[in-house]
């Protein structure tokens, strides 16, 4: 039976878009409805699943070339990723970069229709994401990913981060494209930062009109399933992103002068204590620490047993240039400066054979909220920041996370869960989240009490480390330090830990490979990897069919 798809795109279904895409009679979905592959943490919360978890994934042709197209369902729990969904998108790039590695082009095309990390699987999300991006990175050094936002919802929180990754946007007349969501940054910062109400202001801030000027999306089109059409086809000659460096010229451009001041000679004065701070000059060599081109963030080299580490951290400074990034937030000209200093890293390694390990050292409260941010586009200087760290990764640096404060939302997407292996300190101010919970209980509609009692049954919605170390993201917890006011043995302590993950790592591979290999993982994320299983299984059975087909 032919499916008669409509000729707005944005009226389509998720499985109508995939079809739109392929060549007729091409499509073959993978893990779908009948696979019953439902999100096993929502039952638990009283909400009805669905049976492709708002995920499809499709392979097919189009114009007669091998093509992999998913689109997310924003009718479902408004597009949030959770377990499930995460793992089929990561698991489709992981499965194309494989392929493309052995030779067999593969075009890729993403149809965006999110609001982020589903909060009621929150951290599942977060670690999704974050292997989703870096399989990003590393496949497009073969192949372009498209990228597609229609209307409706659009595309917000860490995927509009994702979106920024890709190689070419397109995006319709009435969609939208921004970090935070309009009612978060009221709840966060208040109706005098944004009126969520204020829709004409909203569009005006993170529309596609805004974002074609600004030059954050490549194409702006009409919402017909024709005209996306012909803008893939063009996009699909787009070799490389040039989005990621671009947009930091603008932002440039139009604050040089702040910036200028921003970096003066009195920063050290300016900037406020903070536990990244405090942790990157304990563990840093004498006189190692200085500022980038901005003072929040802060780099320092830290030599243990004859092996040299660069350390890099966000710091505060309660006189910086956005009132919104005085706390130790992650903000605009943060991702820059530091995707910058890493970018500096991997030049000076160039043509040495032993790479310096590189230390994220990770205090985050939050990714900015604030109208500038988003007007000027904070998810794509998210973006520089987490290219740049997956970009390091593929140069043969070895990244370790050192979370000793706060590592929340997609502050911790931009700086830290791109690390190969993640070090905690097991203390109660150590906390990792999607969101503030009074947002958190805003935006799903619930109590602070009924969020906390949700914990005991899935882990991943909880904000302690303890519970995060559960899901086996991070390597080693802690114990025994002194955080805020460290000894000598507290930091020979700890980097040895440090030096001891260097052990067994080799660079350049999947972090999600070494995320689900432990005891923990094969518990706490055994959807994550039952989905792996299963979409390898019918990827490669897929691929014999095609072959069949083609002789």
Same mark, same amino acid.
């Given at each position: 039976?032919?499916?008669?798809?409509?000729?707005?795109?944005?009226?389509?279904?998720?499985?109508?878009?995939?079809?739109?895409?392929?060549?007729?009679?091409?499509?073959?979905?993978?893990?779908?409805?009948?696979?019953?592959? *439902?999100?096993?943490?929502?039952?638990?919360?009283?909400?009805?699943?669905?049976?492709?978890?708002?995920? =499809?994934?499709?392979?097919?042709?189009?114009?007669?070339?091998?093509?992999?197209?998913?689109?997310?369902?924003?009718?479902?729990?408004?597009?949030?990723?959770? @377990?499930?969904?995460?793992?089929?998108?990561?698991?489709?790039?992981?499965?194309?970069?494989?392929?493309?590695?052995?030779?067999?082009?593969?075009?890729?095309?993403?149809?965006?229709?999110?609001?982020?990390?589903?909060?009621?699987?929150?951290?599942?999300?977060?670690?999704?994401?974050?292997?989703?991006?870096?399989?990003? =990175?590393?496949?497009?050094?073969?192949? $372009?990913?498209?990228?597609?936002?229609?209307?409706?919802?659009?595309?917000?929180?860490?995927?509009?981060?994702?979106?920024?990754?890709?190689?070419?946007?397109?995006?319709?007349?009435? !969609?939208?494209?921004?970090?935070?969501? $309009?009612?978060?940054?009221?709840?966060? !910062?208040?109706?005098?930062?944004?009126?969520?109400? %204020?829709?004409?202001?909203?569009?005006?801030?993170?529309?596609?009109?805004?974002?074609?000027?600004?030059?954050?999306?490549?194409?702006? *089109?009409?919402?017909? +399933?024709?005209?996306?059409?012909?803008?893939?086809?063009? !996009?699909?000659?787009?070799?490389?992103?040039?989005?990621?460096?671009?947009?930091? @010229?603008?932002?440039?451009?139009?604050?040089?002068?702040?910036?200028?001041?921003?970096?003066?000679?009195?920063?050290?004065?300016?900037?406020?204590? #903070?536990?990244?701070?405090?942790?990157?000059? +304990?563990?840093?060599?004498?006189?190692?620490?200085?500022?980038?081109?901005?003072?929040?963030?802060?780099?320092?080299?830290?030599?243990?047993?004859?092996?040299?580490?660069?350390?890099?951290?966000?710091?505060?400074?309660?006189?910086?240039?956005? $009132?919104? +990034?005085?706390?130790?937030?992650?903000?605009?000209?943060?991702?820059?400066?530091?995707?910058? *200093?890493? %970018?500096?890293?991997?030049?000076?390694?160039?043509?040495?054979?032993?790479?310096?390990?590189?230390?994220?050292?990770?205090?985050?409260?939050?990714?900015?909220?604030?109208?500038?941010?988003?007007?000027?586009?904070?998810?794509?200087?998210?973006?520089? !920041? =987490?290219?740049?760290?997956?970009?390091?990764?593929?140069?043969?640096?070895?990244?370790?996370?050192?979370? =000793?404060?706060?590592?929340?939302?997609?502050?911790?997407?931009?700086?830290?869960?791109?690390?190969?292996?993640?070090?905690?300190?097991?203390?109660?101010? *150590?906390?990792?989240?999607?969101?503030?919970?009074? #947002?958190?209980?805003?935006?799903?509609?619930?109590?602070?009490?009924?969020?906390?009692?949700?914990?005991?049954?899935? $882990?991943?919605?909880?904000?302690?480390?303890?519970?995060?170390?559960?899901?086996?993201?991070? %390597?080693?917890?802690?114990?025994?330090?002194?955080?805020?006011?460290?000894?000598?043995?507290?930091?020979?302590?700890?980097?040895?830990?440090?030096?001891?993950?260097?052990?067994?790592?080799?660079?350049?591979?999947?972090?999600?490979?070494?995320?689900?290999?432990?005891?923990?993982?094969?518990?706490?994320?055994?959807?994550?990897?039952?989905?792996?299983?299963?979409?390898?299984?019918?990827?490669?059975?897929?691929?014999?069919?095609?072959?069949?087909?083609?002789?």
């Amino acid at each position: 039976m032919k499916i008669i798809v409509p000729q707005s795109l944005t009226e389509c279904s998720a499985r109508e878009r995939t079809l739109a895409l392929l060549d007729e009679n091409s499509a073959h979905e993978l893990l779908g409805p009948f696979d019953r592959l *439902v999100s096993p943490h929502l039952e638990k919360q009283n909400i009805v699943p669905q049976s492709d978890d708002g995920v =499809v994934v499709m392979k097919g042709t189009r114009k007669s070339h091998p093509c992999c197209v998913i689109a997310i369902e924003g009718s479902f729990q408004g597009g949030g990723i959770g @377990e499930v969904s995460g793992a089929k998108i990561a698991a489709a790039f992981e499965l194309a970069l494989r392929d493309v590695e052995r030779g067999k082009h593969l075009d890729v095309i993403v149809i965006l229709d999110t609001g982020g990390v589903r909060l009621q699987e929150a951290n599942y999300g977060l670690l999704a994401i974050s292997e989703i991006q870096q399989a990003a =990175v590393n496949l497009q050094q073969y192949v $372009p990913i498209v990228g597609i936002i229609p209307g409706r919802i659009g595309s917000f929180g860490g995927m509009s981060i994702t979106a920024g990754l890709f190689n070419a946007l397109i995006m319709t007349k009435e !969609a939208r494209l921004g970090l935070n969501g $309009p009612e978060v940054i009221e709840q966060e !910062a208040g109706i005098e930062e944004v009126n969520s109400r %204020d829709r004409k202001a909203t569009y005006l801030r993170i529309g596609s009109a805004s974002r074609k000027k600004n030059g954050l999306i490549e194409y702006l *089109v009409e919402d017909s +399933v024709e005209a996306i059409q012909e803008a893939v086809d063009q !996009a699909r000659l787009t070799k490389i992103n040039q989005r990621v460096t671009s947009n930091e @010229e603008h932002v440039n451009e139009l604050l040089y002068q702040d910036i200028k001041a921003f970096t003066s000679s009195e920063d050290e004065e300016r900037t406020n204590d #903070s536990r990244g701070r405090t942790w990157l000059e +304990v563990l840093s060599d004498i006189d190692s620490v200085k500022s980038s081109r901005i003072s929040t963030v802060q780099s320092g080299t830290m030599t243990v047993s004859g092996e040299k580490f660069n350390l890099l951290a966000v710091t505060k400074d309660a006189y910086h240039r956005f $009132p919104r +990034v005085r706390n130790g937030e992650f903000g605009l000209l943060e991702g820059y400066a530091l995707a910058d *200093v890493i %970018d500096q890293w991997i030049a000076a390694d160039a043509t040495n054979d032993q790479k310096t390990p590189i230390v994220a050292v990770i205090d985050v409260v939050s990714q900015a909220y604030g109208a500038q941010e988003e007007l000027l586009g904070l998810h794509q200087s998210c973006a520089a !920041a =987490v290219h740049a760290y997956a970009r390091a990764r593929l140069h043969g640096h070895k990244i370790i996370g050192l979370v =000793v404060g706060k590592a929340l939302s997609a502050a911790f997407l931009s700086h830290g869960l791109q690390a190969d292996r993640i070090l905690a300190f097991d203390d109660p101010y *150590v906390q990792v989240h999607v969101m503030s919970k009074e #947002s958190a209980a805003k935006v799903t509609k619930r109590s602070l009490h009924e969020l906390e009692r949700f914990t005991k049954d899935v $882990p991943a919605m909880a904000y302690d480390v303890r519970s995060f170390h559960k899901l086996g993201a991070t %390597d080693e917890l802690i114990e025994g330090i002194s955080v805020e006011h460290p000894t000598e043995e507290d930091v020979s302590r700890v980097q040895t830990l440090i030096a001891n993950q260097l052990a067994d790592l080799e660079a350049g591979g999947l972090v999600s490979e070494h995320r689900l290999n432990n005891a923990r993982a094969k518990k706490s994320r055994a959807a994550s990897i039952e989905v792996r299983v299963q979409m390898e299984q019918q990827w490669v059975n897929e691929s014999r069919e095609e072959r069949g087909r083609i002789k």
